[in-house]
């Protein structure tokens, strides 16, 4: 059984930063990463990281987050610094197992990230 537990959201002021971990247990996971979802918007990449290192962001958090991953632990970090009111949102860790046809998702419960002066 996947599962997957977050931690590390909050308020934070603008220009802060704040440090989201993602502890997955139940399988092998060839990625793991984090989407976020602001009020009335879509679900959206933020960065993602395969088993091998290589790496994917969204434009607009480039130079601003690091994701980083512990393989021997399963655990994914999301380090944000220089946080902006638009980074509010609520974060999701995304972890996938097997890949093209055999490929399956799964999500955590989701952490509130607030963005605010």
């Known amino acids: 059984q996947v599962q997957l537990v977050e931690s590390g959201g909050g308020l934070v002021q603008p220009g802060g930063s704040l440090r989201l971990s993602c502890a997955a247990s139940g399988s092998i996971f060839t990625a793991m990463g984090w989407y976020r979802q602001a009020p009335g918007k879509q679900r959206e990449l933020v960065a993602i990281?395969?088993?091998?290192?290589?790496?994917n962001y969204a434009d607009s958090v480039k130079g601003r987050f690091t994701i980083s991953r512990d393989n021997a632990k399963n655990t994914v970090y999301l380090q944000m610094n220089s946080l902006e009111p638009d980074d509010t949102a609520v974060y999701y860790c995304n972890a996938v197992t097997g890949g093209g046809t055999d490929e399956l998702n799964y999500w955590g419960q989701g952490t509130q990230v607030t963005v605010s002066s």
């Open positions: 990281i395969t088993s091998g290192g290589v790496t």
